[in-house]
């Protein structure tokens, strides 16, 4: 029977409350299997939902759920379970990518990774010198993107102690960067 948690509330650091679509049978079938186990406290059928019933379940946190939070990624949903097997996404840069590893193969050393992306989720944007970095937030601070302005371009030249003009060619090369992965961005959707 497949089982889908569709999200998640913290109700405190130590309980949560799930809504859960499980399949087969009508609502409120399930009730009392889930209300068995030791780390739930409430099962609430809420509706059939298609070809299975949808269920709100109050229970302990799972480890899983602190170890992702500790990491500062985010948990997406659903989470998929089906014959003794959990699917879930990860999204996370490759260091931390590696600790959520480590933890899925010391809960179950038979874990495996069914895929990963390679490439940078934000590939598209551009990527900029250090010295552009610094000019491109000291402009966002300062309000040279503002309407109106809040400094200008003379300003931002005598705050970064540059000249006006190498200011001049470094913005426009920045602009002209962002312009260019916006549109990229934008000419790979439908």
Not at 104 to 111: E, S
Not at 128 to 152: E, I, K, M
Not at 155 to 176: C, D, G, P, Q, Y
Request: aromatic share 8%.
């Amino acid at each position: 029977m497949p089982i889908e948690v569709l999200g998640r509330s913290e109700v405190d650091s130590r309980t949560m409350v799930a809504d859960v679509w499980i399949g087969g049978g009508p609502a409120g079938v399930w009730s009392r299997p889930i209300g068995g186990y030791a780390d739930v406290g409430h099962v609430e059928a809420l509706a059939e939902v298609g070809s299975g019933s949808l269920y709100r379940v109050r229970f302990q946190s799972p480890p899983i759920v602190a170890f992702y939070r500790d990491l500062e990624v985010p948990l997406p949903f659903p989470l998929r379970m089906q014959g003794g097997y959990v699917w879930w996404e990860a999204v996370a840069r490759a260091p931390q990518f590696r600790k959520i590893l480590e933890f899925g193969r010391a809960v179950d050393p038979r874990m495996r990774v069914s895929w990963t992306r390679r490439p940078p989720l934000r590939d598209h944007l551009p990527r900029f010198t250090d010295s552009q970095r610094v000019l491109l937030d000291l402009a966002l601070r300062s309000g040279y993107f503002a309407v109106p302005r809040g400094v200008s371009l003379t300003e931002l030249a005598r705050r970064s102690e540059r000249s006006k003009s190498a200011v001049s060619e470094a913005m426009a090369r920045i602009e002209r960067s962002l312009l260019e992965s916006a549109l990229r961005e934008h000419a790979l959707k439908p």
